[in-house]
C-alpha cells in the first residue's frame, strides 16, 4: 500500500468521521489484506435496501445509508469530507456515522479495503474482513475492528473500548466508498447495526 492511500485515508478519517472529530480516531495504522472477491461496482446486484421507518438518511450521489432520529438517536453534522450523523450521551459522542468517497485511488474492492484499512487507528484490533453483499452491488467487503478511546475532548473517557465497522467497495463510476460505524462498545446494539448495513445502498 502506498503512502498516498493512507494519507488520503487519514485526511478523510481525521476531518470528519469523527469520534475522529472527537478525536477518538488519530494516527494512520495498517492492518491485514482482504480475503476474495475482485472489482465490481454498482450494477443492480445484492439485496434491497430497507430503511426502517422514522429513520433518517445519509447521502451522496451513488451511496446512502439510513441513521436511527429522535430523541435518543443520532443528528446529521455539517462535515466537509462527506455526510456524517452523530450520537451524544452523557456530553460526549457515544456514536458516529459516515459516508466518505473516493477516499482511495482504487481499482477493485480489494485495493478499496486495504486504503479503509489503512485509516484504521495504530494499535486497534482488528477483527477480520470479508465479503458482504450491499443492495446496489454483489461485491464489497465489511471490516471489523475496535479501538480504545483516548479520552480527547468530546469523546467517550479515556480508555472506553470503540467497537468500528466499515463496509467499502466501489461504486457504479468506480469511485471508492466507505461506509464507517464507530460506537461506544458497551452501547452498541446488534440489532440497530444489522439495520444500518440493511439500509446502506449502492448505485
Same mark, same amino acid.
Given at each position: 500500500?502506498?503512502?498516498?492511500?493512507?494519507?488520503?485515508?487519514?485526511?478523510?478519517?481525521?476531518?470528519?468521521?469523527?469520534?475522529?472529530?472527537?478525536?477518538?480516531?488519530?494516527?494512520?495504522?495498517?492492518?491485514?489484506?482482504?480475503?476474495?472477491?475482485?472489482?465490481?461496482?454498482?450494477?443492480?446486484?445484492?439485496?434491497?435496501?430497507?430503511?426502517?421507518?422514522?429513520?433518517?438518511?445519509?447521502?451522496?450521489?451513488?451511496?446512502?445509508?439510513?441513521?436511527?432520529?429522535?430523541?435518543?438517536?443520532?443528528?446529521?453534522?455539517?462535515?466537509?469530507?462527506?455526510?456524517?450523523?452523530?450520537?451524544?450521551?452523557?456530553?460526549?459522542?457515544?456514536?458516529?456515522?459516515?459516508?466518505?468517497?473516493?477516499?482511495?485511488?482504487?481499482?477493485?474492492?480489494?485495493?478499496?479495503?486495504?486504503?479503509?484499512? =489503512?485509516?484504521?487507528?495504530? %494499535?486497534?484490533?482488528?477483527? &477480520? !474482513? #470479508?465479503?458482504?453483499? @450491499?443492495?446496489? $452491488? +454483489?461485491?464489497?467487503?465489511?471490516?471489523?475492528?475496535?479501538?480504545? =478511546?483516548?479520552?480527547?475532548? %468530546?469523546?467517550?473517557?479515556? &480508555? !472506553? #473500548?470503540?467497537?468500528? @465497522?466499515?463496509? $467499502? +467497495?466501489?461504486?457504479?463510476?468506480?469511485?471508492?466508498?466507505?461506509?464507517?460505524?464507530?460506537?461506544?462498545?458497551?452501547?452498541?446494539? &446488534?440489532?440497530?447495526?444489522?439495520?444500518?448495513?440493511?439500509?446502506?445502498?449502492?448505485?
Amino acid at each position: 500500500m502506498s503512502s498516498t492511500t493512507g494519507t488520503r485515508w487519514k485526511t478523510a478519517r481525521t476531518a470528519a468521521t469523527a469520534l475522529a472529530a472527537a478525536a477518538m480516531i488519530a494516527g494512520c495504522g495498517t492492518a491485514g489484506g482482504s480475503g476474495g472477491g475482485s472489482g465490481g461496482g454498482g450494477g443492480g446486484a445484492g439485496p434491497q435496501a430497507v430503511v426502517p421507518d422514522g429513520w433518517g438518511t445519509l447521502r451522496t450521489p451513488t451511496v446512502s445509508v439510513a441513521y436511527p432520529k429522535g430523541p435518543d438517536g443520532y443528528r446529521e453534522e455539517a462535515a466537509k469530507d462527506g455526510p456524517t450523523a452523530v450520537r451524544e450521551r452523557s456530553g460526549h459522542k457515544d456514536a458516529v456515522i459516515s459516508i466518505r468517497m473516493n477516499f482511495t485511488n482504487a481499482d477493485s474492492v480489494e485495493e478499496a479495503a486495504i486504503g479503509a484499512e =489503512a485509516g484504521i487507528q495504530l %494499535g486497534s484490533t482488528l477483527q &477480520g !474482513t #470479508r465479503d458482504i453483499e @450491499l443492495a446496489g $452491488t +454483489g461485491a464489497a467487503k465489511r471490516i471489523d475492528f475496535e479501538f480504545t =478511546a483516548t479520552g480527547a475532548p %468530546g469523546g467517550p473517557p479515556k &480508555g !472506553t #473500548r470503540v467497537a468500528g @465497522l466499515i463496509l $467499502t +467497495g466501489l461504486d457504479s463510476k468506480g469511485q471508492s466508498f466507505a461506509v464507517r460505524v464507530d460506537t461506544v462498545k458497551a452501547a452498541r446494539s &446488534g440489532s440497530e447495526l444489522a439495520a444500518v448495513v440493511k439500509s446502506v445502498e449502492v448505485r
